[in-house]
């Protein structure tokens, strides 16, 4: 057996220590912070607690928001660990693992290794692949089979191995079950793409089992829709299809969206420090377009990937940023290629990557010492930014571009274990929520209700660490008529409201309280924050 040269050994250790600090480390120290993920726990939770693991319920009510596959992963990883948060981030953070084994196949296989090695790195210090894996929501998860599955179908395509089609169309189906029929619009999207743009990929694709693939698919997926309608009928049909995919598209529900532009902008800056390359890339591409030279089939089958996820999202009346999170593995894999490329965007976008880190140390460490209520060991980030960016700029005028990749990539090291270190411990100081809940749920007597007003973000934290059944108040004449009826409770709330509703005439007294933040983002840390708010606890006067 070879030995490994001391360049592959420290390939091999700055591998593992990028995925260890980005997925793993720490993973269960915070507690829910984002109402998203603390919805999602909940809901798992309480399928644990009542053994009905096929229909999810949401302070035991029916929830018709996703299929249930995530849920059931997320309740075998929380029911394996005592650590609550742990768990319920265990399978957010397995399927990024397992996202970023699937892009350095893809890129090995279709590319060269050493492409897809640089692209599952990408990817791994990519942004967003660090935020969701330590939410315990479902995007990498979906993105896993989505893109996994659509993966096996292009090498089915286009190395002639037709077996690995099926596994494709099972992972399509799992995907269904994570999200929805979304999966299939987006996959469906793509291949209207690329049928329609290139004669070549309309003769390797149509070549697919493609009707009998989807009649699999289709057969594993539906069992569960359809038992849904028959337990819930008209509300499952009212609840998932048309609120949570018709009406969520299309009927503009919620008011100040972002415009057109936003999910290029959030691209934009979570493919840094690669942005350049990455727009070099498009460039080239579509010069060559223009010049009549053909896209190789691996190129095209990306773009068209990529063009599918931002298209569809963007027309969407609602948006928020991971919702394009399919989109980064194809780009990475396209900026990975980038990397030697010899055209000349390529050049030019290959010498931004140096100065774009650099100038991110900057702006970090201006943060730190102007904005950020940070440790001082915290300036190790913005340092490690700027000291690779320096070099990086230097070096790249002089050398081969292929060993030098690695310096781009071994600061984001710093980066994220400076959040982890620092930033985190911060935001945790600062919450109230669960301090509050713990406090409800060691005295609140089985008899007594409990209750939340006006909490807003916070409320499915607080329902989570409360771990029983909650009322969430949110009209002021509907909390005093709660509150002034004989059963006895007890209720979080903010003090304002709290004075609000004594000044209409509601018997409270204050039981416990104290100091939290107001918002669930990241403002919490600026050195002049939003004025803290007052948490209390009230039961009957």
């Not at 492409?115 to 896993?144: C, E, K």
């Not at 990397?339 to 290959?350: L, T």
Request: hydrophobic fraction near 55%.
């Amino acid at each position: 057996m070879p030995k490994l040269s001391i360049q592959d050994a420290g390939v091999v250790l700055l591998t593992l220590t990028l995925l260890f600090t980005v997925l793993f480390w720490r993973l269960g120290d915070p507690t829910f912070w984002d109402p998203d993920e603390a919805h999602y726990a909940e809901t798992t939770r309480e399928m644990i607690a009542t053994g009905d693991w096929w229909a999810a319920f949401y302070n035991e009510e029916p929830f018709f928001d996703k299929p249930m596959l995530f849920h059931q992963l997320q309740g075998l990883a929380m029911r394996a660990v005592s650590d609550p948060e742990l768990g319920a981030r265990l399978v957010p953070a397995l399927a990024a693992l397992g996202l970023v084994a699937v892009v350095a196949w893809l890129g090995s296989t279709l590319v060269a290794p050493r492409v897809g090695l640089l692209a599952a790195l990408m990817l791994a210090a990519n942004p967003g692949l660090f935020a969701l894996s330590r939410y315990a929501i479902l995007d990498t998860l979906f993105t896993l089979c989505l893109f996994g599955g659509c993966a096996c179908l292009a090498v089915a395509a286009l190395t002639g191995r037709r077996r690995l089609q099926w596994p494709g169309y099972i992972a399509l189906a799992l995907a269904v079950l994570v999200k929805g029929p979304l999966a299939l619009v987006l996959c469906g999207l793509t291949f209207l793409i690329l049928i329609t743009v290139s004669a070549e990929l309309r003769r390797r694709l149509l070549a697919l089992r493609w009707m009998a693939g989807l009649t699999l698919a289709v057969a594993l997926a539906a069992p569960w829709f359809i038992y849904m309608y028959l337990r819930f009928g008209d509300a499952f049909i009212k609840g998932y299809v048309l609120d949570e995919n018709v009406k969520l598209f299309a009927a503009g529900r919620f008011a100040n969206q972002p415009g057109y532009a936003f999910y290029i902008e959030i691209l934009a800056v979570g493919l840094l420090p690669w942005t350049g390359l990455t727009i070099a890339r498009l460039i080239d591409d579509v010069r060559d377009v223009v010049g009549g030279v053909r896209v190789d089939a691996v190129e095209a089958m990306l773009w068209a990937w990529t063009a599918a996820i931002v298209g569809f999202f963007t027309l969407s009346t609602f948006k928020l940023d991971h919702y394009v999170f399919p989109a980064a593995p194809a780009l990475c894999l396209l900026t990975a290629r980038a990397w030697d490329d010899m055209r000349p965007a390529a050049r030019i976008g290959r010498q931004t990557v140096g100065p774009l880190l650099a100038a991110g140390g900057a702006a970090t460490a201006y943060l730190l010492m102007v904005r950020l209520a940070l440790p001082a060991g915290a300036m190790i980030v913005p340092a490690a930014l700027v000291a690779a960016g320096a070099v990086l700029t230097v070096r790249l005028g002089r050398r081969p571009a292929s060993p030098l990749a690695w310096l781009a990539i071994a600061p984001m090291i710093a980066v994220y274990a400076g959040v982890i270190v620092y930033a985190l411990p911060a935001l945790e100081a600062r919450k109230a929520i669960p301090d509050i809940a713990a406090f409800v749920a060691a005295h609140a007597r089985p008899s007594d209700r409990v209750a939340a007003y006006r909490l807003n973000r916070w409320t499915p934290a607080y329902r989570f660490y409360v771990g029983r059944h909650t009322t969430f108040l949110d009209d002021p004449d509907q909390a005093v008529a709660f509150f002034n009826d004989a059963q006895p409770f007890y209720a979080a709330m903010r003090r304002d409201g709290f004075d609000e509703l004594v000044a209409r005439g509601a018997r409270l007294r204050v039981v416990y309280e104290r100091d939290g933040a107001a918002v669930t983002s990241g403002r919490v840390l600026w050195r002049t924050p939003e004025p803290p708010v007052r948490y209390v606890v009230v039961a009957k006067r």
